[in-house]
C-alpha cells in the first residue's frame, strides 16, 4: 500500500482530494537493465519509465516508482527526465 500527496499549485490548494485504488496487476513491471537482462525491475506508479506509464494519475507530473534490484555490486542507470 501507497499513499502519495502532493503539493498543488496556490489555486488549487482547496481543491477536494483525490482517492485512486491502485492494483498489482495495474502496475507493469519493466526490466531495470536496458539488455533485457534479469537484474532487477521498475514497478512504474506513476510518472513513466521506458515509455511505460503508471496507471496512477497526479496533478502535477511526477515519477514514482518502485525499484527491485536482483543482482548485487552491479551499477545502474534510471534516466530522470528534467
Not at 500527496?5 to 531495470?32: C, E, G, T
Request: net charge neutral.
Amino acid at each position: 500500500m501507497c499513499q502519495l500527496w502532493l503539493n498543488l499549485p496556490a489555486k488549487h490548494k482547496m481543491d477536494a482530494p483525490r482517492y485512486q485504488p491502485i492494483l498489482a496487476k495495474q502496475i507493469q513491471p519493466v526490466p531495470l537493465s536496458s539488455d533485457g537482462s534479469d537484474d532487477g525491475v521498475v514497478k512504474v506508479i506513476a510518472g513513466e519509465f521506458r515509455g511505460v506509464k503508471g496507471p496512477a494519475k497526479t496533478f502535477s507530473p511526477v515519477d514514482l516508482w518502485s525499484v527491485e534490484v536482483k543482482t548485487l555490486g552491479k551499477a545502474f542507470e534510471l534516466e530522470i527526465a528534467e
